[in-house]
Nanobody, 114 residues
Framework: QVQFVESGGGLVQPGGPTRLSCVVDRGFSIFTVAWYRQAPGKRREVVATITRGDLETYADSVKGRFTISRDNVKKTVYLQMNSLKPDDTAVYYC?????????WGQGTQVTVSA
């Protein structure tokens, strides 16, 4: 099974940027990789996806603020997050495609607060 190791994030002020990284241990070049997030008391949702051909999709709530990218040599997917809002506070996870049900990595916490 594929394993994900997410990192980055932390405490960020509203309006600020941060960047998340996700290392995928196998099969990286053939997958559409997605960033998901789960806020307290809410369901996990897809934030952005990137195909093996570098086609990107974004949730409406993050369009124009977040950018997903991938480095096939490093087997890593990034999520550049700009103009952060308190509503972006969540644990962020990597997954495969838009209908992934696990297993999940440990995720990385992003907290947007003054």
């Amino acid at each position: 099974q594929v394993q994900f190791v997410e990192s980055g994030g932390g405490l960020v002020q509203p309006g600020g940027p941060t960047r998340l990284s996700c290392v995928v241990d196998r099969g990286f070049s053939i997958f559409t990789v997605a960033w998901y997030r789960q806020a307290p008391g809410k369901r996990r949702e897809v934030v952005a996806t990137i195909t093996r051909g570098d086609l990107e999709t974004y949730a409406d709530s993050v369009k124009g603020r977040f950018t997903i990218s991938r480095d096939n040599v490093k087997k890593t997917v990034y999520l550049q997050m700009n103009s952060l809002k308190p509503d972006d506070t969540a644990v962020y996870y990597c997954g495969i495609g838009e209908s992934y049900y696990g297993p999940w990595g440990q995720g990385t916490q992003v907290t947007v607060s003054a």
